[in-house]
């Protein structure tokens, strides 16, 4: 099956600096990416849609201007979240659509101090 | 836009035996997606199961079968002999048939005792 990885798998950062998680479709070229946020034991959470080329479509009460989202080409997505807080800490997945399926990244955990 | 239900958050299956998970959805659409996904601890997604709408045929997938009523808006999973390494959160999910995104129920955590 199509590989998604990310990177990176874990990061610390303190409070008030930004980090930038990747995330990249090996083995297909995906138009569309996903950006999810998971609490443990919780469902995925939907953050934003990534078109190649094009500005992201984020979700309802997710802040765009803290959850910045690039899509620069058919392979990579990258979320940068901005000026982090300890409420940012979170699980995020990432995932790229081939026709009518997504293929998940291994997920990143954020934890900020 | 779909919306998924999950009522059972938790299910607990003798190893060799078979459980049941839940799943019912509300869509707008005609054509659609069916989708369940597995989540062991390591959290990274697995897909178990795809049906499409359109197909009256239930989906197998070795020991995983659906159960899809689609006047009912029902699309339950069946997990047969169940093995230790089954135990993990399980999502069921929808997506319409041009549109690439997945709405997610609540999940079910199912525990495979020995």
């Known amino acids: ?113 | 836009a779909q919306t998924v239900t999950q009522s059972q958050p938790e299910m607990s299956v003798q190893e060799a035996e078979t459980v049941t998970l839940s799943c019912t959805y509300d869509t707008s659409e005609s054509d659609y997606y069916l989708f369940w996904y597995k989540q062991p601890p390591s959290r990274q997604m697995i897909l178990v199961i795809r049906q499409e709408a359109y197909k009256q045929q239930n989906a197998t997938e070795n020991r995983f079968s659906v159960n899809f009523q689609k006047a009912a808006k029902s699309f339950s999973l069946k997990i047969s002999d169940s093995q230790l390494g089954d135990a993990a959160m399980y999502f069921c999910a929808c997506s319409g048939f041009n549109d690439y995104k997945l709405s997610f129920g609540a999940g079910t955590t199912v525990t495979v005792r020995a």
Request: proline letters at 4%; aromatic letters at 12%.
């Open chain 1, 1 to 113: 099956g199509a590989v998604v990885s990310q990177h990176p798998s874990w990061v610390i950062c303190k409070s008030g600096t930004s980090v930038k998680i990747e995330c990249r479709s090996l083995d297909f070229q995906a138009t569309t990416m996903f950006w999810y946020r998971q609490f443990p034991k919780q469902s995925l959470m939907l953050m934003a849609t990534s078109n190649e080329g094009s500005k992201a479509t984020y979700e309802q009460g997710v802040e765009k201007d803290k959850f910045l989202i690039n899509h620069a080409s058919l392979t990579l997505s990258t979320l940068t979240v901005t000026s982090a807080h300890p409420e940012d800490s979170s699980f995020y997945i990432c995932s790229a659509a081939d026709r009518y399926e997504q293929y998940f990244g291994p997920g990143t955990r954020l934890t900020v101090t």
